[in-house]
């Protein structure tokens, strides 16, 4: 058998081994990780039955659940299924093939001019304790969410991202999105996560932003109106209390979001 275990075959089990890895860490970031082990279980356990130990009577029962255990599972995990069918087809996925065969002469082009005008945005808000919810597209796709609010296209200011969500405004009860360096929307409706490990103290704003952060890989910065508090979701995860340093270390790629909840 060894005998025949050639590139191909390695190259297999990588890809095996990339995808189960990928479906552990999206079920783990989703708080579905608990019914995805048992479903591991179960298979686990299917095939000692009816493999290794050929129990006729129960391995037959267990082949007649596991015949259906397709549609369960789709059932189970739509949005976890969702949310990978998004980031597999997001396009940003696949922009290495076309830096193969395009030059790249903007050495500047992926440049996160929105940076310094988001953190001192948000640092002035927190001063004023001024709501806010922003969140900043990555690899996945935001557009379902853009076309939820009132969309534009503006460069990234500090006064502008503060008037969007000044108290009298009509559009600061939903969320801002930036993408591509653009501020594309405000008044977004986000996801709202509905997991049961969510402290009792989270907002609105806040079950938002790891409702979205869940659905897709988007930074969600939060203010809070009562603390004048920052914080940021990612991957669901959310870091309740970041400094201004810490804020923008993230936004550049220089730290990750630590787990809160």
């Known amino acids: 058998m060894w005998m025949h275990f050639g590139i191909k075959d390695l190259i297999d089990v990588a890809l095996v081994a990339f995808l189960l890895y990928q479906t552990y860490k999206l ?17 686990v356990l299917w095939i000692v039955v009816s493999q290794i130990l050929e129990m006729r009577l129960l391995g037959a029962i267990m082949d007649k659940i596991v015949s259906f255990g397709f549609i369960v599972l789709v059932v189970l995990f739509q949005d976890e299924i969702r949310r990978f069918l998004v980031m597999l087809g997001s396009h940003r ?17 992926n440049e996160k001019k929105y940076v310094a005008p988001v953190v001192l945005a948000c640092m002035n808000m927190a001063k004023k304790k001024t709501g806010a919810l922003i969140a900043i597209q990555q690899a996945m796709d935001l557009s379902m969410y853009i ?4 969309m534009f296209n503006a460069d990234p200011n500090a006064r502008l991202i503060e008037n969007v969500f000044f108290k009298n405004s009509p ?19 986000l996801p709202v996560a509905q997991r049961m490990d969510i402290p009792k103290d989270f907002g609105l704003r806040h ?15 939060v203010v809070s109106e ?8 990612h991957n669901g995860k ?7 340093e810490d804020l923008q270390q993230i936004l550049t790629g220089e730290r990750e979001v630590k787990n809160y909840c």
Not at 27 to 43: E, H, L, Q, R
Not at 173 to 178: C, N, R, T, V, Y
Not at 226 to 233: C, L, N, Q, Y
């Open 238 to 244: 959310i870091e309740i209390g970041v400094s201004v």
């Open 207 to 221: 079950r938002s932003a790891l409702g979205l952060s869940t659905e897709t890989d988007a930074l969600v910065i």
């Open 27 to 43: 079920m783990k970031n989703s708080g579905a990780i608990s019914i995805f082990s048992g479903v591991v279980s179960f298979i």
């Open 93 to 109: 996925r696949w922009q290495f093939l076309t830096k193969l065969f395009t030059p790249d002469n903007s050495p500047a082009q």
């Open 147 to 150: 076309h939820t609010g009132e």
């Open 226 to 233: 009562e603390r004048g508090k920052i914080s940021i979701a």
């Open 171 to 189: 559009l600061h009860d939903g969320a801002m999105i930036i993408a591509g360096n653009q501020i594309r929307a405000a008044g977004c409706i």
